[in-house]
């Protein structure tokens, strides 16, 4: 099946580009121009007819990207016109007329490609990430995945691992053969290396997710003390209703910033206080949750009556900036035991010293962002494939040393395995080349 889409942005725009790859590929062109294709990568201006009229529909440039040499591994074309949406619909509908073309489905470019083996499953979604980058962060750490390092450290990990496993499973396919001693201290001693270089690679803080997906920062305190307005006040626009009415807000209100480059997501909580409302107290229950699940916490309460007994100093004690508000309606001087906490004075109604508490929040992005370490995780995928690859491996190491190759072999092969669902690759037949370039079977 031959796939076409408008690759460009939708809308308006000087130039539409609508993409095609598959098998009919040149057969659409050829259709559509009423010319043979042309020089392959050379952009080449062509008139673009309707196939059953030769009506002239608009004038545009073609490159011809012939498989396996394109983005997809396939035959490979792109039509540019000009980007009105006219343009693009009555160029889309002339390709469906012809046989065994379709719309592309969501990613399905890139699909391909991954499938014809010219990316790997993470370069894949590093493009997506690319695409999808707001902030300077994570258009560089979707480039740096793109390059990939990352790719090469899983794959290296992997190759360590079908070494390991050839030795077992020449163990197991010929039993009555002792294994070298020196054999089987390397298979202990590679194994606990691949592990520890895996627990090495976890223990990351979850930066690589946190830049993907945003640093998030929940606003949480009590009904009143000034929640909306500081959401507002650091959006620079009304994203939350502000009223005097205690209990306004009920559910999370979420807004995405960039803040010296970095992707935050901010929300705003429903006050948190006894009541009878129902809808009010699972719009409290939320605020919890969100809190709880938040890389900062903003504590927001009124400078005149602080009183951080109970929920209050529980979310103080991680990870959390005590925001005193309505500053311009005290006269003495805060309680002794607030200022020893990580806090900031403000006034929301005077635009008081919002820039420190900005500060505060910029700090906190800085030590969580700035690592030493290379990022290999951005996706929860990976993360979970690489727990289940270090629990297979415990239990490998558990049953080598009890010489219980059988099933100390199928854990090794899962350990494998989930280090290959990373990159996209699950072959069976790379164990047993491995196995036939390290042994002499046949002998």
């Not at 399905?108 to 490609?113: D, G, L, Q, V």
């Not at 997501?265 to 939320?286: N, V």
């Not at 008081?352 to 995780?377: A, M, P, R």
Request: with cysteine.
């Amino acid at each position: 099946m031959t796939i076409y889409a408008l690759s460009s942005g939708p809308g308006i725009s000087g130039v539409a580009i609508i993409r095609i790859s598959g098998t009919e590929a040149s057969k659409v062109i050829k259709s559509l121009t009423g010319k043979e294709i042309p020089q392959p990568r050379i952009a080449t201006l062509r008139k673009i007819n309707n196939i059953n009229t030769s009506e002239l529909i608009d004038e545009g440039i073609i490159i011809w990207f012939p498989g396996p040499e394109s983005y997809t591994g396939e035959d490979m074309a792109e039509i540019h016109v000009h980007g009105g949406k006219a343009v693009v619909l009555a160029v889309q509908n002339e390709i469906s007329k012809i046989k065994n073309c379709r719309l592309a489905e969501p990613g399905e470019f890139t699909k391909i490609a991954f499938q014809n083996g010219k990316i790997s499953l993470l370069k894949a979604e590093s493009i997506a990430d690319l695409i999808s980058a707001e902030t300077e962060i994570q258009r560089l750490q979707a480039v740096k995945i793109m390059r990939g390092k990352s790719s090469e450290k899983f794959n290296e990990l992997r190759e360590k691992l079908l070494k390991i496993l050839s030795f077992v499973e020449a163990k197991i396919d010929f039993p009555d053969e002792d294994l070298p001693e020196d054999n089987l201290k390397k298979i202990k001693q590679e194994s606990a290396d691949v592990l520890n270089e895996i627990n090495k690679i976890l223990d990351d803080q979850k930066v690589g997710e946190i830049i993907r997906e945003g640093f998030k920062i929940a606003i949480v305190g009590p009904t009143n003390a000034g929640k909306s307005s500081l959401l507002n006040n650091l959006s620079n626009r009304e994203v939350a209703i502000v009223s005097e009415i205690a209990g306004t807000t009920r559910d999370v209100v979420e807004t995405h910033l960039n803040i010296d480059g970095y992707p935050v997501i901010i929300s705003d909580t429903a006050g948190i206080r006894d009541s009878k409302d129902e809808i009010e107290k699972k719009g409290i229950r939320l605020s919890l949750k969100k809190a709880e699940n938040a890389d900062l916490k903003l504590v927001v309460v009124d400078a005149k009556s602080i009183d951080l007994s109970g929920f209050l100093n529980d979310l103080l004690k991680n990870d959390a900036i005590l925001v005193c508000n309505k500053s311009d309606l005290i006269k003495d001087k805060l309680d002794p035991e607030i200022l020893k906490l990580n806090h900031v004075l403000i006034s929301l109604k005077d635009n008081s010293n919002i820039d420190e508490l900005i500060k505060k929040i910029k700090n906190y992005l800085k030590d969580k962002f700035i690592t030493e370490e290379d990022i290999l995780i951005t996706r929860e995928r990976h993360r979970q494939h690489l727990v289940q690859c270090v629990d297979h491996l415990k239990n490998f190491l558990d049953k080598n040393s009890k010489k219980d190759f059988d099933k100390a072999g199928e854990d090794l092969r899962l350990a494998t395995r989930h280090l290959g669902m990373i990159v996209g690759k699950v072959d069976v037949e790379e164990i047993l080349g491995s196995i036939f370039n390290d042994f002499c079977i046949g002998k």
